[in-house]
């Protein structure tokens, strides 16, 4: 990653060099974008919806959205499902193991702000925004497969605006 | 044995001991002194007649005045099924651990005592169940309790 970030620094210079740098920005985004890799990741019903949403009817392979069981080969995190303060440490640990770049979805009223679990509860962590930094928020209860899908097309709108630069 | 059954003769067995609650329901229902629990489960145990040999469940309950602790048993062998509680004021949150009886009694007991801060003498494992190892706000599950990021469902 050092030489990526380093090299649209040295190619701007060159004739012509500006060009290199927003085609590979292209690619690079378009790419990264196109083959988000999630993390199988579900606490609660949310859960079910992601799984609904990864099966035949809804189809997340057609955005390029392949789970994986291990964060060392994810680029996203979808929380689906109630984080509790007990569930909070190992939801950190996961997303401490991802590798950069990284995203995190929140999906669900739970990991927006407690959702119903905001009043008297004792256990719940009131949004996950407390624990790791989120990209993309999806509110409902649960949000219907199509709510998913359109969360996760905002990302990837987001993920193309990015530049080489941008990444840490 | 029936309903009426089993009344008369938990209460012809334990007298003075037990007393008759009346809820409605079609479980009987008795209370007991603190201090006559783990006897009064050992004799169920190993009563011929009873032989409960099965804990449902020990549930904790805060009224707002008092402490309780309910405890629903049933044998499986003489379909008997019946709940029995002991109440306590809040200075003297202690009950005597029913483990010895019914070994299942560890789990909810270790859930009483972190959720409703209740004393379990005698148990071989008091520690941390469902809340967090490094949990320092109190029992939750006691009506008075508070903490700064508790927020209550507003009046309506």
Redesign the interface.
């Known amino acids: 990653m050092g030489l990526i970030r380093k090299l649209p620094v040295y190619l701007e210079k060159f004739p012509g060099g500006g060009l290199v740098t927003t085609s590979l920005d292209y690619v690079f985004s378009q790419s990264q974008a196109s083959s988000l890799w999630y993390l199988l990741f579900g606490t609660a019903c949310c859960a079910i919806e992601l799984m609904a949403t990864g099966a035949s009817r809804y189809d997340f392979d057609r955005l390029g959205m392949i789970f994986r069981a291990s964060p060392r080969q994810s680029d996203l995190i979808i929380a689906a499902g109630t984080i509790t303060k007990k569930m909070a440490p190992r939801l950190r640990l996961l997303y401490d193991q991802m590798a950069e770049p990284r995203y995190v979805i929140a999906m669900g009223g739970c990991t927006v702000k407690g959702g119903p679990f905001y009043y008297d509860s004792y256990a719940v962590e009131k949004g996950i925004n407390h624990i790791v930094p989120v990209d993309v928020y999806i509110p409902g209860c649960p949000p219907r497969p199509e709510s998913l899908l359109e969360g996760c097309l905002t990302l990837q709108k987001k993920i193309k605006r990015l530049k080489i630069g941008d990444w840490s | 044995m029936n309903r009426d059954n089993l009344i008369n003769y938990l209460l012809e067995k334990h007298p003075g001991k037990i007393e008759l609650l009346d809820t409605g329901k079609v479980e009987p229902f008795f209370a007991l002194d603190k201090e006559y629990l783990l006897e009064f489960c050992r004799s169920i145990k190993t009563d011929e007649t009873l032989t409960i040999d099965f804990l449902c469940n020990i549930a904790a309950v805060d009224t707002g005045e008092k402490l309780e602790v309910v405890y629903s048993v049933a044998s499986a062998k003489n379909r008997i099924r019946f709940d029995f509680k002991v109440v306590m004021p809040y200075e003297e949150a202690e009950v005597e651990s029913v483990q010895t009886v019914w070994a299942g009694a560890n789990w909810h007991e270790r859930e009483i005592w972190e959720l409703f801060g209740i004393n379990v003498r005698n148990h071989d494992n008091l520690t941390r169940f469902?809340?967090?190892d490094d949990w320092n706000?109190g029992n939750?599950m006691r009506k008075n309790?508070d903490?700064p990021?508790?927020?209550?469902?507003?009046e309506l």
């Open positions: 469902l809340l967090p706000q939750p309790w903490a990021d508790f927020i209550r469902m507003p």
